[in-house]
């Protein structure tokens, strides 16, 4: 189960090409400047089964899906099993919006787990000081678009070129 504050289809916004966008409730980064802070409350989302959510992404065979929020890491677990869902069931690329960072991650069993179900990880709290309404798919210039599974393999962050390489990569 997830609590979910909404979802979105066909957005354009929370990565590249058309993408079923799950907003998710909880966030304790509470980051200054944040442009969803009703996120933060866990209780103000709708606890959502994965099967459900499942009938939503699936509805649109030809989104991509992006896990933002609040912040997917904060229920690990719920995304991690709709994660492996989504791979069961199609091929669609999975973008994760978060506001930790990589290096943490990996060192939790549960968003690690996550991460290895996922294809991109915008990771990093939001910093008003470095907002930067130029900066694709980020919110401030701290934040890095992160190729997982590349990185995962590597054991360092592998940040995604945009510019050549494909956005969409898929396990």
């Known amino acids: 189960m997830i609590s979910v504050l909404s979802i979105v289809h066909d957005t354009m916004v929370d ?36 099967d459900e959510l499942m009938k939503e992404i699936m509805s649109d065979p030809f989104a991509n899906v992006t896990f933002s929020g609040g912040d997917p890491m904060f229920q ?25 960072l990589f290096e943490n991650l990996v060192k939790n069993p ?17 910093v008003q000081e470095l907002r930067d309404e130029d900066l694709f798919f980020r ?3 701290n934040q890095r678009i992160i190729n997982v599974q ?18 969409n990569p898929v396990l």
């Open 15 to 50: 990565g590249p090409g058309f993408r079923t966008s799950i907003y998710c409730a909880g966030c304790p980064n509470h980051c200054p400047g944040c442009h969803n802070p009703q996120s933060w409350d866990i209780s103000h989302g709708t606890m959502t089964s994965t």
């Open 110 to 126: 549960e968003q690690l787990e996550l991460l290895r179900q996922i294809d991109v990880l915008v990771d990093g709290p939001f």
């Open 76 to 100: 690990a677990k719920g995304f991690a099993e709709l994660a492996r869902a989504i791979r069961e069931q199609s091929s669609k690329s999975i973008w994760c919006f978060t506001g930790y």
């Open 150 to 167: 590349k990185s995962l393999k590597e054991g360092r962050v592998i940040e995604l070129n945009l510019t050549t390489e494909n956005p």
């Open 139 to 141: 919110g401030s210039s």
